[in-house]
């Protein structure tokens, strides 16, 4: 969970001084009313009611046809969301959310509130993509200056608030959310409201942006060039399947129906939701099916996909729920665990196979895992499960202890010989594990070394020494000859670090339609080499690119025959 200061200590406006930590006592008497058998019709649910303030009228809204007000929304539960669109625990609590929605269709509504952590997340644009993205059906106010999550006392990534249909903040939590939590306090709260006649059943007019692109691509998360088979694989995030062409664009087949599940069997049934990062040894495809939680294996012989890893669930223990797993008598001993198919695990967002193991970027607990390659052991390789940037011993003795590794978000994975390269989002930094367990981790460009608050919020857009280089939200990382390619995903660009010395530059590129100032790339996500060229996953503009290192221009990829698949809607 992200955190910062720029929130009011207090949460104080107008003489009104609560935060959401001073709302939780209305869960807490829910509950103990009820232990005692009490009514909930005939006894107000919560003891502790505050007033909410207006939205400002000034504010841009993404997602609805007309701006919203809380006063129009009398005789509904309101949830707001506080929420950054680059945060994986604001990612998890988005189903949640999608779960309330679909179960109180009359008697909910649901709010973003969009308050920007990095300078790009300001742009309405960038907001509506990942709204896109996520497939959000509600509303989302741009709080880019933060106004919003300050009247409300918010300190954290992602908070919820919940008002009642009388219009008054009666729960807030911080962290991740589950649909049970809500759901056990409407549950108990509805009864009451309905017998005073306060709920509004009448649908409201906000009417969201269809889903789907409409392109043959829709939102390309991860990608992978593999050039012993001149074969070019793209996670087609947003169609949850994957589509293998040629390195010159020739269509080859189709991984998965298109249809968003996690049901395994051959390629043109089997289903994916938004998959990221793949991974080839021999004849088999490893895919990190994110948002399942799962790791599935492609035979590309048979194109009959299977799970091999993850139960389905999210996990929420960084050591996989494995009791003997925090205590390895070695410390640098991988606390394996031997059922990967019963471990729950935790958004896999990229992948990288090596020397018989499945090394796996786990965005959710922030740590990086391994699994070997007959899919019998898993467990964590690096990361305390801390969010942060810290170098040091790959593992703890157990899990959050200090005095080891921590990542945050890692999000994109490539190797030389000796070290695997991370792009590690949310800190902005590129770090390197050792395949050598005892080598510690440690920091190519980043923020290792700035002071504990500083290491998740220093980022900008600098070429030059490892020490005064900065990324932003950087997501993708290829290894070739000595040098590091980046996708620098928030800063629209195409960067490059020299090993050993880390120094950075942008890649200066040319395309002869280019005819303004736009930047080539809006949100790159991914990125591999091979056979002299860059492929980038071009994802807020649903394309892939190819850079030929050697002349500098870029491309756009050509894929005759790729179809939109019948559950894009548009």
């Known amino acids: 969970m992200n955190t910062t200061s720029r929130g009011s200590k207090d949460g104080s406006k107008d003489g009104s001084k609560w935060t959401v930590r001073s709302v939780l006592a ?17 006894v107000p649910p919560f003891d ?31 949830i707001l969301d506080f929420w950054t669109y680059c945060c994986i625990n604001c990612m998890h609590v988005l189903p949640e959310l999608k779960k309330l929605e679909q179960a109180y269709p009359q008697e909910l509504v649901v709010l973003g509130v969009h308050s920007a952590k990095f300078e790009a997340e300001k742009d ?7 709204v896109q993205r996520h497939e959000i059906a509600h509303p989302v106010v741009n709080d880019h200056q933060h106004e919003i999550w300050k009247t409300f006392g918010v300190r954290s ?15 807030g939590r911080s962290g991740e959310t589950t649909f049970e939590a809500v759901d056990e306090i409407l549950r108990r709260a509805l009864p009451y409201y309905r017998q005073k006649g306060l709920i509004n059943l009448a649908p409201l007019e906000l009417l969201a942006e269809p889903p789907g692109t409409g392109e043959s691509l829709s939102y390309p998360g991860k990608i992978l060039a593999d050039e012993e088979s001149s074969r070019l694989f793209i996670a087609d995030s947003n169609h949850h399947r994957i589509v293998v062409t040629s390195l010159d664009g020739t269509l080859l087949h189709v991984i998965g129906s298109g249809i968003q599940g996690s049901m395994d069997g051959d390629g043109a049934t089997a289903q994916f939701s938004h998959p990221q990062g793949m991974a080839i040894a ?15 294996q492609v035979d590309l012989q048979t194109r009959e996909v299977s799970t091999v890893a993850g139960t389905g669930i999210q996990g929420r223990d960084p050591w996989g729920n494995n009791p003997q797993a925090g205590t390895p008598s070695d410390r640098n001993t991988t606390p394996w665990l031997t059922v990967p198919r019963k471990t729950a695990i935790n958004s896999p967002w990229d992948l990288l196979v090596r020397d018989g193991y499945l090394y796996i970027a786990m965005a959710g607990p922030h740590q990086i895992w391994r699994m070997d390659l007959d899919a019998t052991r898993l467990g964590p390789y690096a990361g305390n499960g801390r969010e942060d940037i810290v170098d040091g011993k790959r593992l703890p003795a157990e899990p959050y202890a200090l005095g080891a590794s921590s990542f945050a978000q890692p999000s994109g994975l490539t190797a030389d010989d000796d070290w695997i390269y991370v792009a590690d989002s949310e800190g902005s930094s590129v770090r390197a594990v050792p395949f050598d367990p005892n080598k510690p981790v440690r920091t190519v460009v980043g923020t290792a070394t700035r002071p504990d608050f500083e290491r998740l919020f220093s980022f900008g857009d600098q070429d030059g020494p490892a ?20 996708a620098d995903t928030y800063n629209n660009k195409v960067r490059k670090i020299g090993l050993p010395s880390g120094e950075v530059s942008t890649l200066v590129l040319t395309e002869s339609s280019q005819q303004d100032a736009t ?16 492929f980038v996953a071009d994802t807020n503009r649903h394309r892939i690119r190819v850079i030929d290192l050697a002349q500098g221009k870029v491309s756009t990829l050509e894929i005759p025959g790729l179809s939109v698949p019948p559950s894009d809607h548009r």
């Open 467 to 486: 020490d005064q280089a900065r990324f932003q939200h950087l997501l993708g990382v290829a290894y070739h000859d000595n040098t590091l390619f980046v």
């Open 26 to 42: 209305g869960l807490i008497l829910t509950c103990f009313l009820a232990a005692l058998g009490r009514s909930a019709e005939d």
């Open 48 to 78: 502790r009611r505050v007033d909410v303030p207006e939205f400002p009228s000034e504010v841009e809204w993404v997602n609805t046809s007309k701006p919203v007000q809380l006063k129009d929304l009398r005789g509904k539960f309101v």
């Open 519 to 534: 930047p080539l790339f809006d949100e790159p996500a991914g990125i591999s080499y091979a056979d002299g060229r860059l």
């Open 124 to 130: 309405s644009q960038n907001i509506r993509d990942a």
């Open 157 to 171: 990534w992602p908070t919820l608030l919940l008002i009642d249909p009388e219009g008054k903040a009666v729960f």
């Open 282 to 296: 021999g004849d088999r495809l490893y895919v990190a099916d994110t948002e399942n939680h799962l790791l599935r």
